[in-house]
């Protein structure tokens, strides 16, 4: 009896010890970003590179429009839109398609690779045509690449990191727009304010993206077969996207239509006094913001509430528009370009995360193509209205319109809280 009990008791203590070792504490844990894996880093470097190539033309582009081309600012408006609105619908495309092949790396690098090719054809543009044909087509590249990429995160990624993985392609994303318009400034004073010769050096990055893609970048063990979503899109697919899906897709769009092209910001610079060369600073100083605050904001998606999250954004939007609607100087534009930057750190991966958490698996890449045709409609809207109310209000105007959606939107959300609040709290 004796030894049948210490047979039981060291029994148990092996089994508190051992126990003692299954669950890791919390400081032993590893950091997110270093859970993530490669293809996460190859997909957030890659956009990096797209990224600074693009910026060093797009910050660029609105003053090379208005000032060289001598177009107004009602067809900025238009062609920012349109051009948005391109992407957003081909998302749609391309994510099914991703779906339906069971294949997105194919998808992504076309993607990439279009923007490459349109990157050479901003220098040699002579009219507005020009420009909004290679704007056309590279958003065009965009839009089949963005659903089919932020789907392959979703399908190499563990759940429990997904908020950190958008979060980080996106802060990565936004350190190549910091360094995009870097460039353009030192290329600005190196070529004595030659807006065509700084496009050209823009050409490199693009390629060097795409390539970055090819080597690094795989597909998951687990890929989905081949037709496992019909194609095209079906009402039958479409109803099988629940309504949490759905209600994450109306608050993308809310928030699309309280903000609009960044090329406003951009103008909004010039506007208050900014020296031409000195332009791409605007896009520096609100990249800085947005990747700095890009991954913890989405480390912070993973473990906290998402509409605490949500309205945070949505603050941080109101105070830039209301900034941006009354200042009177550089160093105001510069202040308010700054809150802009948080505003997206805070929103983008968090709304791509909610994405990916409410739509089937084998409807992400469709989910995240009907997300950005949304979302890419309501942009079309905003930039129209923010030109039109630019040619005829002002500037400020612009702004305070914009300031206005955003504070119908925090409301909204206020709302939203109030109700889902325990009666035994109120």
């Given at each position: ?5 210490r ?17 890791p504490?919390p400081n032993?844990?590893?950091a997110?970003?270093?859970a ?15 990224d600074a ?17 001598g ?26 398609l ?23 054809v ?27 990429r ?95 899906y ?25 506007d208050?006094?900014?020296q ?30 998402a509409?605490?999250l949500l ?17 009177s ?12 930057g ?20 084998d ?15 309501a ?48």
């Open positions: 009896m004796a030894c049948r009990v047979k039981e008791k060291r029994k148990a203590l092996k089994m508190d010890n051992s126990s003692s070792r299954i669950p504490s032993s844990m590893p997110p970003w270093r993530l894996p490669l293809g996460i880093w190859a997909m957030g470097f890659s956009s990096l590179l797209m190539s693009s910026e060093m033309i797009h910050s660029l582009l609105p003053v090379f429009m208005v000032s060289v081309l177009v107004s600012m009602v067809t900025v408006g238009v062609i920012e839109g349109i051009a948005e609105a391109t992407a957003a619908i081909l998302k749609v495309f391309s994510g099914t991703s779906d339906y092949l069971g294949k997105r790396k194919m998808l992504m690098v076309l993607g990439y690779g279009l923007a490459a090719l349109t990157k050479p901003f220098p040699l543009a002579s009219s507005i045509g020009w420009v909004f044909t290679a704007r056309f087509v590279d958003r065009i590249g965009k839009g089949i690449r963005g659903a089919p932020d789907a392959l995160i979703a399908d190499i990624t563990q759940p429990r990191l997904l908020g950190a993985a958008y979060g980080l392609r996106q802060s990565l994303d936004s350190v190549g727009a910091v360094i995009g318009p870097l460039l353009a400034v030192v290329f600005m004073m190196l070529f004595a304010d030659d807006i065509r010769s700084v496009m050209w050096v823009a050409v490199i990055p693009a390629f060097l993206s795409v390539a970055l893609l090819v080597v690094y970048v795989r597909e998951p063990e687990g890929a989905a077969p081949a037709g496992a979503v019909r194609a095209p899109l079906t009402m039958a697919d479409a109803r099988r996207l629940p309504l949490r759905w209600l994450v897709v109306l608050v993308g769009a809310i928030f699309t239509l309280a903000r609009f092209s960044e090329a406003f910001l951009v103008l909004r610079a010039l208050v006094g900014l031409l060369a000195y332009i791409p600073v605007v896009m520096i100083v609100m990249n800085i913001f947005y990747a700095g605050a890009a991954y913890p904001a989405g480390a912070a998606a993973d473990r906290y509430s509409r605490a309205f945070v954004g949505l603050a941080l939007l109101i105070a830039a528009d209301l900034l941006l609607a009354l200042v100087s550089p160093l105001g534009a510069f202040a308010g370009a700054s809150l802009w948080l505003h997206m750190a805070f929103t983008q991966g968090l709304l791509a995360k909610l994405v990916a958490d409410t739509a089937p698996a409807l992400r890449g469709t989910g995240f193509g009907i997300f950005s045709l949304v979302n890419g409609g942009l079309l809207l905003a930039s129209v209205i923010a030109g039109l109310l630019w040619s005829t209000l002002g500037p400020s105007f612009t702004f305070l319109a914009g300031a206005g959606f955003a504070g119908i939107a925090a409301l909204g959300l206020l709302v939203s809280l109030w109700l889902r609040k325990p009666r035994h709290a109120q």
